[in-house]
């Protein structure tokens, strides 16, 4: 078990309150997921995956030999990142939808990162460094950063987008188009 978990075991083994204390495994998170419904996007690349190599070596390994291996202009992106998308899928579109701009800022991210979308859903997910406050504040800003920048890049293309709404959330039907 990790450090944290040893620590709330033995906070809770040496609780002297009344009844019986017992100690129980604990999860402690290591990582915020972050989603949004976007079918509009999944309209123009129905299923991406970026991930940061130094995750995780081994999925690296299995990701290039079972998906498609997508490469931009920037060199920085390439070697921070993997991008994938489908055997069945053209890793055109994906090309086509990161503006320079969008692949640099993603290289300022100073965690590791994945994103991507699979069933009509982008998903963003961030390491955390630290279970802190203003970890958890940094990690939703930049979900909220790629979810918008990703708008802007369809919007800059053409591509029919949703306003901003609960049914990004899952909670409303989206407007009809």
């Not at 017992?22 to 129905?46: N, S």
């Not at 999925?59 to 055997?87: D, G, H, I, Y």
Request: proline share 6%.
């Amino acid at each position: 078990m990790g450090k944290e978990s040893d620590q709330w075991r033995e906070i809770v083994s040496s609780y002297k309150g009344a009844g019986d204390v017992r100690w129980e495994a604990v999860l402690v998170p290591t990582a915020i997921l972050a989603k949004a419904h976007m079918p509009d996007l999944a309209k123009v690349v129905p299923a991406f995956n970026v991930e940061s190599i130094e995750a995780n070596a081994g999925e690296f390994v299995k990701q290039r030999m079972s998906r498609r291996k997508v490469e931009f202009e920037s060199l920085e992106f390439n070697k921070r990142f993997l991008a994938t998308v489908p055997e069945e899928h053209d890793p055109i579109a994906l090309r086509e939808l990161f503006s320079p701009g969008f692949l640099e800022w993603t290289t300022t991210i100073d965690r590791e990162v994945d994103f991507g979308i699979n069933d009509r859903q982008l998903w963003f997910l961030w390491r955390l460094k630290e279970r802190s406050a203003a970890e958890l504040k940094l990690a939703l800003a930049n979900a909220g950063e790629l979810f918008q920048r990703l708008h802007s890049e369809m919007e800059e293309d053409g591509i029919h987008t949703y306003p901003a709404g609960p049914w990004n959330a899952g909670l409303e039907p989206f407007p009809a188009d």
